[in-house]
Every structure is written in structure tokens, then in C-alpha cells.
């Protein structure tokens, strides 16, 4: 844990006309915010990005892509800044050019894990907030983050669920959003996987699937088509060997035989793209022989 300087926030009561009006819609939200930087745009639609903290790669990269994605389109990206997909969802807006807001389970003084202190003061930075219900100086509490999930769907339109364990902190937000009328989405996953659990039981129970950030922005009413290309973007000025190889690739983890096979070409001629593509930053080899597209 690290303490950053608590003059630098400010007590926003309930009574108060900066008091997020989104809030006051639901019943158990704080009396008092306490807030470092700045508060979300009420003019623009907003998104929780949650999930486990002990989190897969596959995780890591879908919950980046999402919010970046979301962010593209002008969406704000809420989370609590946990270590894992929280902070992967906090950097990929970011990375999308959109402010961020990250809501504490301790004082909005404290960074906590401590080692997301660059990611903590990259949010202020880039014109985002720390927010908190508890006083500069409150150390974490284990029941202070189950605690602190209404206010993160408070804020939100929508919550986006990217791995979670049948128990999860990150269940409890969705269950909270879907206390507050709130669209809850969840990402599908292997079956064999035990974080891929909770986020199963949500879609068994209703709940959209995520299988594409588009799905999230259609929810919320904006057109992708007029508003995200950049997925597109990639793919111009690449010849037509190394663009069927490249439109082989996702964030699954696939081997030079499997992207042969698929693709039409030899191992070998396979292999001298697969090279080629990474040399132009659009794929990465994350073991032997394995490669996914480079989303960063």
C-alpha cells in the first residue's frame, strides 16, 4: 500500500449538486465521495469492466481489447483497480483515449495493490478519478471490496464480467447492476476452466454474451460501423498471403500447423509469414509455435 497526498481530495456530500446523479437513483449509495481527480461525464454512457484478479493471458487481452474497444466509441470505462482484468479494463481505455475511473475498497489516498502505483497515477494523468466512500487514510478491508461493487455499477450503463470464479467479487457487481435495471454481459470461456465458471452461470442465467465488443456498444445505442475501424485498420496494405494468415488469427493461442492447416499454405511458407507479420508488430509468439494477433 502507498499514501499519496490527501489534500488533493475532496469530500463531495450527498446533498451536494456535484453529487453524481446517477447515484442517487439507488438506494445504500454513501452519504459521502471522496474523489481524486475528476468525477465520469454524466453526458456520456459508461461501462464496468470486471473480473478476477488471479486472471488468465486470455483474459488479460479480451479485457484490454473491450474497453478499448468501448473507449473508441466514446464509452467510459469503470473498474476498482484490482490487479488482473480491473486494471487490464483501466488501461485499455486509456489506450482508447478515454479518460478512466477507478472506485477504492480504502481511502482514495491509498494505492492498493501497491504495485499499480503507475496505474494509479496514470488515471489522474489522463483526466480520470480515484473515487472512494471512505476517508483519506482508510486501509483496505476485505469486506470494504464487495462493498464498494454498487458504486461501480452505480456509475455504469452496463457491466462486462471477463473471468470470474463461481464466487466471485466480480458476481456480486453484477448482481447489483442487475438490482439497478442494468445490462450485465459475461465472456465465455473454455468449460474446463474453473475462472471461466462464474461468467458461465451468468449467461445460464440470462445474462448477453460478450462475444464481440460490438454487442456491448449496440446495448448501449451506438452505431460501430460510424465509430470503430481499428480493427479493420490492421489489415490494409497487407498482401494476400500475409492477410489470410493474419484473418487466421485471434486471441487464441494457435500453432504454425493449425494456421497452415486453416490457411491453405505449407508449414514453411506459413512459418516465413508468421515472421513477416511480426516484424510488422501484428503478431506475437507467446511459446513455441504459438502465435495470437498483437492488439497492443
Known amino acids: 500500500m502507498?499514501?499519496?497526498?490527501?489534500?488533493e481530495i475532496r469530500c463531495i456530500e450527498k446533498s451536494s449538486q456535484e453529487y453524481p446523479e446517477k447515484l442517487k437513483h439507488y438506494k445504500?449509495?454513501?452519504?459521502?465521495?471522496?474523489?481524486?481527480?475528476?468525477?465520469?461525464?454524466?453526458?456520456?454512457?459508461?461501462?464496468?469492466?470486471?473480473?478476477?484478479?488471479?486472471?488468465?493471458?486470455?483474459?488479460?487481452?479480451?479485457?484490454?481489447?473491450?474497453?478499448?474497444?468501448?473507449?473508441?466509441?466514446?464509452?467510459?470505462?469503470?473498474?476498482?483497480?484490482?490487479?488482473?482484468?480491473?486494471?487490464?479494463?483501466?488501461k485499455g481505455a486509456m489506450e482508447g483515449r478515454m479518460p478512466t475511473w477507478a472506485v477504492l475498497g480504502n481511502g482514495a489516498d491509498v494505492c492498493y495493490p501497491a504495485g499499480n502505483k503507475g496505474l494509479y497515477n496514470r488515471i489522474i494523468r489522463e483526466k480520470g478519478g480515484i473515487i472512494s466512500e471512505y476517508p483519506p487514510g482508510t486501509l483496505p478491508r476485505s469486506y470494504y471490496f464487495p462493498a464498494r461493487n454498487r458504486i461501480i455499477a452505480g456509475f455504469s450503463d452496463l457491466v462486462l464480467?471477463?473471468?470470474?470464479?463461481?464466487?466471485?467479487?466480480?458476481?456480486?457487481?453484477?448482481?447489483?447492476?442487475?438490482?439497478?435495471?442494468?445490462?450485465?454481459?459475461?465472456?465465455?470461456?473454455?468449460?474446463?476452466?474453473?475462472?471461466?465458471?462464474?461468467?458461465?452461470?451468468?449467461?445460464?442465467?440470462?445474462a448477453g454474451i460478450a462475444y464481440t465488443p460490438e454487442v456491448l456498444l449496440e446495448e448501449l445505442g451506438i452505431n460501430y460501423e460510424n465509430t470503430i475501424k481499428s480493427e479493420g485498420k490492421k489489415n490494409l496494405g497487407l498482401a494476400s498471403d500475409l492477410n489470410m494468415v493474419y484473418s487466421c488469427l485471434d486471441l487464441r493461442p494457435k500453432t504454425r500447423d493449425v494456421l497452415a492447416q486453416e490457411s491453405g499454405f505449407s508449414a514453411e511458407k506459413t512459418g516465413r509469414i508468421l515472421v513477416e507479420l511480426g516484424l510488422l508488430g501484428m503478431v506475437r509468439e507467446i511459446g513455441r509455435h504459438y502465435y495470437i494477433k498483437n492488439q497492443t
Open 28 to 90: 445504500g449509495m454513501p452519504e459521502k465521495l471522496y474523489v481524486k481527480g475528476g468525477l465520469p461525464d454524466p453526458k456520456r454512457p459508461a461501462a464496468a469492466v470486471v473480473g478476477a484478479r488471479m486472471c488468465s493471458t486470455y483474459g488479460r487481452i479480451q479485457a484490454f481489447r473491450f474497453a478499448r474497444v468501448l473507449a473508441e466509441a466514446g464509452v467510459q470505462i469503470i473498474s476498482g483497480m484490482a490487479s488482473g482484468i480491473d486494471a487490464e479494463g483501466h
Open 2 to 7: 502507498e499514501r499519496t497526498q490527501s489534500e
Open 161 to 206: 464480467v471477463v473471468e470470474a470464479k463461481e464466487k466471485s467479487g466480480s458476481l456480486i457487481t453484477a448482481q447489483c447492476a442487475l438490482e439497478q435495471g442494468k445490462a450485465v454481459f459475461a465472456l465465455p470461456g473454455p468449460v474446463n476452466e474453473e475462472l471461466s465458471r462464474g461468467c458461465h452461470q451468468l449467461i445460464y442465467d440470462g
